[in-house]
């Protein structure tokens, strides 16, 4: 047997294969999971059935952009745990890539002769699409319970989604780029979830957070997330917000380059300190 | 001249101040079963990280066939296989799927990654198992998956890093029959990581490697007359006492 002779350049088909093995490994293990899977649906559920129903005659919403008339307090919260959706699947996603590393699955992964930056992008496109699946499953059982958007909105939404998505699963791919072990990590996600979501537009709106706050408004505005809550408030409704767009964008990537930076092994910090069961 | 399956020349790399290899070199001939003999932490496992690319080397040249695994990463890649000494399974998984997924990763389709699967299961006798969890099998079966996985894209060149820990002694011996199989018939290069010493035949390659250093390469009698020793365990010792030897004197002088 000669290597040398046989060509196996990278055509097209075979970048598109390798994406779509990724995907696909990445629905299997979503779907044989059932737990993770209830577990993303029933913590934004508990939030709006118990959390904002409790709260709905204690917090009215005036009327602000993108809504054209006074809406229920389940209706104004409803984009900020379609975002929440998507920033626990970032993180999940990014957990089992710790997990991965942990089991030797990753190392798997990135001795694939595709480039790197393709393999983590693939990786990343199937948390994306794994939680577009959540959050439109959320948006079924909120319609149902009768918090409805235009049905414009929820096409309008798809693109936005993909957008949120890309963020949340960009800063969770530059995390497990930082830590080594599982137990790390977790302690991380409290660290990172939960202020982020309670310091957005997520739960109240921001003028309301200003007259309470000033402090609390600044840290909301220089907050990512809440940028991605009003871009995926604004898409539900038909409407494109360029300001949150544009952050959520440009956000993205600086995280994604930080991630692939981390990730290159020449330079990154997994060539400095090794992965772990590596450095025999 | 035939084109070594792996050659690697002056490689070192370091974690922080810890160096883990210090100016490595060697050659895997095409069709060669290549054993690399070293205790724990003699630099294997970082070895076979650099010629994989999970890290990149800090000095020295890697090449696969001639392509050089930094600069023509996707050619080098493609045309070796990796075993790794803990277990990379996803436990989930079938095992076509885990297959099919592996395949999918060298850019193989689903219906020619079918029939390799189904031929390479056959070769490692887990064909009947194909349908079942990964982690319903056994250790024993596990590693002949990994192996069976490692060749799904058929690589000219196989690296296998302590494969046989956590085996008993007869899936041991079946393993290492099976992979020198691969070697004597179907022409795969092998570099076999190892530290028991009766995974090693006298037909064998031998690359000593300790603490980050080649100390002798070449087939195991040329090693065995140069470390002077009658049989493994001892030329081992030898060229490991030479070596302490050497570095306790360089310390002393400095």
Redesign the interface.
Same mark, same amino acid.
């Given at each position: 047997?000669?290597?040398?002779e046989?060509t196996?350049a990278?055509?097209p088909?075979?970048?598109a294969?390798?994406f779509?093995? @990724?995907v696909?490994?990445e629905a299997?293990?979503f779907f044989?999971?059932r737990g993770r899977f209830l577990s993303a649906l029933v913590r934004p559920l508990v939030w709006l059935f118990i959390f904002a129903a409790g709260l709905r005659s204690v917090l009215g919403v005036s009327i602000i952009p993108p809504y054209e008339t006074y809406v229920l307090y389940e209706v104004y919260v409803t984009p900020g745990l379609v975002a929440m959706i998507q920033l626990f699947n970032g993180l999940q996603s990014s957990l089992s890539m710790v997990y991965d590393r942990e089991?030797?699955?990753m190392? @798997?992964?990135?001795?694939?002769?595709?480039?790197r930056w393709f393999l983590l992008l693939s990786k990343l496109a199937a948390g994306v699409f794994t939680s577009i699946l959540q959050a439109y499953a959320f948006l079924f059982v909120a319609y149902l319970w009768e918090v409805e958007a235009p049905l414009m909105g929820y096409l309008t939404l798809l693109p936005v989604l993909v957008l949120t998505g890309l963020m949340m699963g960009a800063m969770g791919l530059l995390l497990s780029s930082l830590f080594r072990q599982l137990e790390n990590f977790a302690s991380v996600m409290n660290f990172v979830i939960f202020p982020m979501f309670f310091a957005s537009s997520a739960l109240y709106p921001l003028w309301r957070i200003q007259e309470s706050s000033v402090v609390l408004y600044q840290l909301c505005r220089f907050n990512p997330f809440t940028y991605a809550v009003e871009a995926i408030r604004f898409a539900l409704y038909g409407q494109f917000d360029t300001t949150s767009l544009t952050i959520v964008t440009g956000v993205a990537v600086v995280f994604l380059i930080m991630s692939l930076f981390a990730y290159n092994?020449?330079k990154g910090l @997994?060539?400095?300190?090794?992965?772990p069961?590596?450095?025999? | 001249m035939t084109q070594p399956a792996l050659r690697i020349d002056g490689v070192s790399h370091s974690f922080g101040a810890r160096t883990a290899l210090d100016g490595v070199s060697l050659t895997v001939p095409a069709g060669s079963f290549t054993a690399l003999l070293g205790l724990n932490g003699a630099g294997k496992t970082t070895l076979f990280s650099l010629v994989t690319r999970l890290y990149d080397s800090t000095s020295g040249t890697i090449e696969v066939f001639g392509f050089d695994v930094r600069r023509e990463a996707p050619a080098a890649l493609s045309r070796l296989g990796i075993v790794f000494q803990a277990r990379t399974l996803d436990l989930d998984l079938t095992v076509r799927q885990s297959l099919l997924y592996h395949a999918a990763l060298h850019g193989i389709g689903r219906s020619l990654g079918r029939a390799r699967a189904a031929d390479v299961l056959e070769k490692f006798a887990l064909a009947d198992r194909i349908n079942d969890k990964v982690r319903n099998l056994s250790g024993g079966q596990m590693r002949r998956l990994e192996i069976a996985r490692a060749l799904i894209h058929d690589p000219a060149l196989l690296l296998l890093d302590e494969p046989t820990v956590g085996l008993d002694v007869e899936a041991r011996q079946g393993l290492i029959r099976e992979v020198r199989r691969l070697a004597g018939e179907e022409g795969r290069g092998i570099l076999w990581a190892t530290h028991l010493l009766d995974e090693i035949q006298m037909s064998d390659r031998l690359v000593v490697l300790h603490k980050g250093c080649v100390l002798a390469q070449g087939p195991v009698q040329q090693v065995l007359a140069h470390s002077g020793g009658s049989d493994l365990q001892t030329a081992f010792m030898n060229l490991v006492h030479s070596s302490e030897m050497k570095a306790a004197g360089q310390e002393a002088a400095e």
């Open positions: 047997m000669s290597g040398r046989r196996k990278l055509s088909e075979g970048y294969t390798c779509a093995g @990724i696909w490994r299997l293990r044989s999971q089991v030797g699955a190392r @798997i992964l990135l001795v694939s002769p595709y480039p092994p020449s @997994i060539a400095r300190r090794g992965a069961a590596m450095a025999d | -």
